[in-house]
């Protein structure tokens, strides 16, 4: 990542420690929709946000898991988010997510823990509130944003504010000051940045291995037909075709599908 022709070249070589085996059942198409996604969705999850991962027990003295909260549960890091914390099941829930009109990507994976709300509505603040009150009586710290918009801060911050007043809120953007203009959120809360590129190179020196983990984990879970790729729609003439796809993204009016260039 961020090397001259990377994303736009023919041919690429990538890190072996964020590789992993393709298996049989899955099109190299629809294999091209996770690396990013997923990977990203684990940084903000288990690095950033510090959740147990799957494999981890719940310390036997908590009978109560955690609840978390993924704005834009649709987006492709979003739904992959949805998928991983739901591998986490026996510490992580419920698990409250918000999308729009590709809501149903995200009511059907399934599971009693997730409730999905449409970000659209103009009482996200309550609508939050509800949903955790009628099924966790821990407080809510945990918080996943893709949609990084200003209007998501005010219901995220009102969120964790009601909570605990404090917690964190891991966002895949660059921290945006116009986002909080309001400074909605606390002095408590910790704010993250989500960066992918963790687990090529990470100055703090565990981001590599943290990938290794996951691309094993990730090759077994696609084995195991326990993940699966994020919807796609297939755009012809390769790299020719990728003005017309941006046109389309758009204009586009429904659908969560990525654009994969062959
Ligand atoms: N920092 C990093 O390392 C990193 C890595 C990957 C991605 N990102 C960033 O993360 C963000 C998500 O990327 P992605 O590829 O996962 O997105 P994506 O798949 O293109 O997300 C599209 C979906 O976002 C949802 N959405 C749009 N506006 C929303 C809003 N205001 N509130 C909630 N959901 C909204 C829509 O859901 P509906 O269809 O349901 O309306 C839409 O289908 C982007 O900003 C991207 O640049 C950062």
């Known amino acids: 990542m961020g090397t001259a022709g990377g994303s736009y070249a023919e041919y690429a070589v ?19 929709t ?17 959740l147990p991962a799957p494999w981890e027990r719940p310390p036997a003295s908590s009978s109560t ?3 978390l909260l993924i704005n834009g549960a649709s987006s492709a890091t979003g739904l992959f988010a949805v998928k991983l914390a739901q591998l986490s099941s026996s510490s992580i829930g419920p698990i409250i997510c918000t999308a729009g009109r590709s809501a149903s990507s995200v009511t059907d994976l399934g599971g ?25 009586a821990a407080p809510l710290r945990h918080v996943l944003d893709t ?11 009102a969120a964790l504010a009601a909570g605990s007043g404090g917690g ?18 606390g002095r408590g809360t910790r704010l993250a940045r989500i960066w992918v590129g963790t687990v090529h190179d990470d100055t703090t020196g565990v981001g590599k291995d943290f990938g290794f983990v996951w691309a094993a984990f990730f090759a077994r879970l696609l084995r195991q037909r326990r993940l699966e790729p994020h919807p796609y729609q ?10 017309g796809a941006l046109r389309t993204l758009m204009e586009r009016k429904e659908g969560n599908a990525k654009f994969v260039f062959r």
């Open 168 to 185: 964190a809120c891991a966002f895949t953007q660059k921290w945006d000051p116009a986002f909080d203009a309001a400074g909605v959120f």
């Open 234 to 243: 297939l755009v012809p003439r390769g790299l020719h075709g990728v003005e």
């Open 112 to 136: 009693d823990d997730i409730t999905v709300l449409d970000y659209r509505s103009s009482s996200m603040q309550e609508d939050i509130q509800r949903a955790l009150q009628a099924s966790t």
């Open 14 to 32: 990538a890190w072996e420690h964020t590789t992993f085996r393709i298996p049989e059942w899955l099109p190299f198409e629809a294999a091209a």
């Open 147 to 157: 949609a990084n918009s200003p209007r998501s801060a005010g219901y995220l911050s």
């Open 34 to 50: 996770i690396p990013l996604a997923a990977f990203t969705a684990a940084v903000g999850l288990f690095l950033e946000l510090g």
């Open 65 to 67: 898991k955690i609840p």
